[in-house]
């Protein structure tokens, strides 16, 4: 979903070497997925069909499976 978004992956942050990674539009803004907490965050308000994705995201993490 991201892709239609015009995000790209990018699959590291530099400072985790958790196997953390972004999501990059353009290089200015971006949603970051972080593995050791499952947690997120953006740079950018998030709208439904960017909440729509990261829900997505989060689902194939297995990070909402309980």
Known sequence: MFKELGYKKCVSIAGYTDGSFEYIKENEYYVAFIRYDKSYYSNKFIGVE??????????ELGWLDD
């Open 50 to 59: 960017l909440h729509k994705a990261i829900t997505q995201q989060m689902k």
